[in-house]
């Protein structure tokens, strides 16, 4: 089972990534144009949105079956980049990611009609995407 949900938690980082590169693109070429963020755009954000929540969920998942999560928090594993990087960093860097993309996501969808959408879009789930993309443990990335 843990094999098999770590598995599906890679192959959804691939699912994340694009849907976060489709929404900042969206969002950059709208506020470049100087559109009105419309609905189909809010529904277009929505690629970002929905499969971080689903890896997030499937990481807090891991976070306690896995034998490199909270079973592994010491004194010993602070010392250990490796054992610290899975157990604190990259489980907290994603939450602050995914609260970004979330706040960046509400604010948008208040803002249909406007600009300033496409603005909020970028801003948060920019950073969000940054945030993501430093703390995912390459070494043993698929």
């Known amino acids: 089972m843990y094999t098999g ?30 559109k009105d963020f419309a609905a189909k755009d809010r529904k277009l954000s929505l690629l970002g949105l929905i499969p971080t929540h689903l890896q997030f969920l499937l990481g807090i998942i891991l976070y306690f079956l896995s034998p490199l999560g909270a079973s592994n928090i010491s004194g010993e594993a602070m010392g250990n980049s490796v054992a610290r990087l899975y157990f604190l960093e990259h489980p907290l860097t994603m939450l602050i990611a995914i609260v ?43």
């Open 100 to 142: 970004l993309i979330t706040i960046g996501y509400s604010k948008a969808k208040r803002q249909v009609g406007s600009p300033k959408g496409y603005k909020s879009i970028f801003i948060f789930y920019g950073i969000g995407f940054i945030l993501i993309l430093t703390r995912i443990p390459w070494m043993n990335w698929p």
């Open 5 to 34: 949900i770590q598995h599906f938690h890679s192959f959804l980082a691939y699912l994340v990534l694009a849907g976060l590169v489709v929404s900042i693109l969206n969002a950059l070429v709208g506020f470049g144009n100087k």
